[in-house]
C-alpha cells in the first residue's frame, strides 16, 4: 500500500454543494478511519466571505457526520480553514499563498499540496495561472497536485483547450480528472473480475460475445438541475464520461501490470478504437435520442421534461439516448454495443451486461437468445456480479431453465468498510496514484466519438422521440438492438428483471 505523506489540501470553490456535501464528509471517513497522514490541513476557498468557524459550521451542517460525538468532530474541524478571494479567481493569489504558506508551516504539510477546483470548468485555467506566478505549481520543495471537476469540456475542441490551458501551467503528471464512477468498487472490480480469474478472459471476445450492453438508469428527472442539464443533455452528462470510460474497462486488452499507466494505456487504445460514425445515415441508424413527457408514476403525476424549472419549452436536449456502436480492433470485430443513459426510468440501476453467444451446435430445442449465457454486472444498486446459464427443468425430456449463479458486495461483510467514490478517489491523489482518473489522451479520444452524435442531433433534423415517465424509453430504441435479443430491462434486485419492476 502507498504511504500517505503529509500535506494540504486546497479547495477552491469550498462554499459550494459538492464540498459540503461530498468532499468534507469524504475526509472526515478518512480522518476517521485513520487514512489522513499524521500532518494535514484543509483550506477551503472561494469569493464569499466565511471566517473559518463559520466554514466549519457549513460544512459540519451539511455533512452528515453529526451523530458522532462532538468531541471527535471538533478535532476534524480543527483541521479546517477558509480563504475569501474577495471578489473573483483571477486575482493577485498574494493573500492566499501566505495563507498557504503559513498553514503549510504551522501543520508541518511538508510544502506537498493538492490544489481541488470545485469551481465551474470556465475558472480552471485562471486559477492555474494564479497558482502558477506565486509558484504553487513548483515542486522542488514538495510535490503539486491539480484535481479537476468535470464535466471536462463540452465537446473535443473545449476539452483540448481546457487541457492547452492547463498544459501551459501543469504537467499532465501532475493533473487529476476526476470521474467519480471510476471511484465506485463496482467498476474497479471489472478489472478484477477480467484479469485476476481465467475463467472469463478466454471467452471475452468475438468468438463467444454475440453482443455487450450497458444501461444506466435514473427514476427521478432534472430536479433542481435543469439549467444546467438542458444545457447538456444525457449524452454530454453521462455517455461521453462515465459510460465510456465503463466501455473502456470492458474493451481493454490486459495491461502488463496494474501500473496506472499501464491501466490508462490500455484504457486509450480502447476508446481509440471506438468506430467513429460520421454519416447522418449511420447516426441515424444507430442512435436514438428521447425526451419524458409528463406522466403519472403510481397516482403521482409527474412533469415532462420541457414543463421542468429553468427548463426551455421548445427544448431538444435529451433525457435519454442509446447508441450502437463497433469496436474495431482484433478482440471485438462485428460485435455490437449497446449503451443507453436516461431519466425517469422505471428504476435507478447501472449496469453492464455481457451476452454470450448461442452453442454453435444446439441439441436442446431451445433457441431463444434471451436464454443464452449472460454475466452481468451490476454497478449499482445491489451491487454484484450474476451468471445466468440453462438448467435442466426437473422431470422428463431435456426442457431448459435459465439457472443463476450470484455473488453480492455485501456477502463481503461489513459495509462500511467500502470506500464511498469521493474517499477512494481523495485518498488515491493524495498518494499520487492516477489510475482512477482521467488521462487528457481519453478524455479527448471520449469526445471525440461523441461529438458527431451531438452535432447530429443538433442539426434538428434527426428525430427526438418522447417517452412517458416511468417506462423504458422510446419505442424505437428496442428496434436498435438486432435479431431476436432485446434490452435488458433490469429491476432494483440483481437477479429479478421478470417483467416489469416496482417503480421508485
Ligand atoms: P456550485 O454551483 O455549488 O459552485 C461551487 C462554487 O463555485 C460556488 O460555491 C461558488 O463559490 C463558485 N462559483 C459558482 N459559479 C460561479 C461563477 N459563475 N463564477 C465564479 N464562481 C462561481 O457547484 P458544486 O459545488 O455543486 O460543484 C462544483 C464543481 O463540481 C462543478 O464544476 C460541478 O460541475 C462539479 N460536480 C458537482 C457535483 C455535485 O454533486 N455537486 C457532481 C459532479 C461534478 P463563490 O461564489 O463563493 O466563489
Redesign the pocket.
Known amino acids: 500500500m502507498r504511504k500517505t505523506e503529509n500535506q494540504l489540501l486546497v479547495i ?11 468532499l468534507v464528509p469524504a475526509l472526515y471517513k478518512l480522518y476517521k478511519d485513520k487514512h489522513l497522514p499524521e500532518h494535514f490541513a484543509v483550506l477551503g ?4 466571505f ?1 471566517t473559518d468557524e463559520e466554514f466549519r459550521k457549513r460544512v459540519a451542517l451539511e455533512s452528515k457526520y453529526l451523530d458522532d460525538s462532538e468531541e471527535f468532530i471538533a478535532t476534524f474541524s480543527e483541521k479546517l480553514f477558509y480563504e ?2 474577495h471578489k ?2 483571477d486575482v493577485d493569489y498574494r493573500e492566499l499563498n501566505e495563507r498557504i504558506q503559513d498553514l503549510n508551516t504551522t501543520y508541518q504539510c511538508d510544502n506537498n499540496i493538492i490544489f481541488y ?7 480552471f485555467e485562471a486559477i492555474a495561472k494564479n497558482l502558477t506566478a506565486k509558484g504553487l505549481n513548483d515542486e522542488r520543495l514538495g510535490w503539486k497536485r491539480l484535481i ?4 471536462f469540456g463540452y465537446s473535443l475542441e473545449t476539452a483540448k483547450s481546457l487541457n492547452d490551458g492547463l498544459h501551459r501551467y501543469f504537467k499532465e503528471s501532475q493533473i487529476y480528472r ?1 470521474d ?1 464512477y471510476l471511484g465506485k468498487e463496482t467498476v474497479q472490480n471489472i478489472l478484477v473480475t477480467r484479469f485476476a480469474n481465467s475463467i472469463f478472459e478466454p471467452l471475452w471476445n468475438r468468438d463467444y460475445i454475440h453482443h455487450v450492453e450497458i444501461t444506466n438508469a435514473e427514476s427521478g428527472g432534472v430536479e433542481s438541475r435543469g439549467g ?1 442539464y438542458d444545457k447538456s443533455g444525457a449524452l454530454r452528462d453521462m455517455f461521453q464520461s462515465h459510460l465510456l470510460q465503463l466501455v473502456a474497462l470492458i474493451v481493454m486488452e490486459p495491461p502488463l501490470s496494474a501500473n496506472p499507466e499501464e491501466i490508462r494505456n490500455e484504457k486509450m487504445k480502447a476508446l481509440k478504437s471506438l468506430r467513429l460514425m460520421t454519416d447522418p445515415k449511420v447516426l441515424e441508424e444507430n442512435t436514438i435520442r428521447g425526451q419524458y413527457l409528463a406522466s403519472e408514476i403510481e397516482g403521482e403525476k409527474v412533469k415532462g421534461y420541457r414543463e421542468e424549472v429553468d427548463v426551455d419549452p421548445d427544448s431538444t436536449t435529451e433525457t435519454y439516448a442509446a447508441v450502437k456502436f463497433y469496436v474495431d480492433n482484433w478482440r471485438w470485430a462485428d460485435v455490437p454495443f449497446y449503451v443507453r443513459t436516461a431519466k425517469r426510468m422505471p428504476t435507478k440501476v447501472t449496469e453492464v451486461v455481457i451476452h454470450f453467444k448461442s452453442p454453435h451446435h444446439q441439441i436442446f430445442k431451445n433457441s431463444d437468445m434471451n436464454k443464452d449465457n449472460k454475466l452481468i454486472i451490476r454497478i449499482q444498486p445491489d451491487e454484484g456480479i450474476l451468471v445466468k446459464f440453462g438448467v435442466k427443468v426437473p422431470g422428463q425430456g431435456f426442457a431448459v431453465e435459465r439457472g443463476n449463479l450470484d455473488f453480492y458486495y455485501e456477502s463481503l461483510g461489513d459495509e462500511s468498510h467500502i470506500m464511498e467514490a469521493y474517499e477512494r478517489l481523495l485518498l488515491d491523489a493524495m498518494q499520487g496514484d492516477a489510475t482512477l482518473y482521467a488521462r487528457a489522451d481519453e478524455v479527448e479520444a471520449a469526445w471525440r466519438f461523441t461529438d458527431p452524435i451531438l452535432d447530429h442531433w443538433k442539426k434538428g433534423d434527426a428525430k427526438i422521440y418522447g417517452y412517458s415517465a416511468g417506462v423504458w424509453g422510446p419505442q424505437h430504441a428496442d428496434e436498435l438492438i438486432e435479431g431476436k435479443s432485446m434490452w435488458r430491462n433490469p429491476c432494483e434486485n440483481l437477479a429479478d428483471d421478470a417483467g416489469y419492476c416496482v417503480i421508485e
Open positions: 477552491f470553490g469550498a462554499s459550494g454543494d459538492l464540498t459540503a456535501r461530498k476557498v472561494a469569493r464569499s466565511m475569501d478571494l473573483k479567481y477546483l470545485s469551481t465551474p470548468p470556465s475558472l479537476v471537476e468535470k464535466p476526476i467519480h444546467y
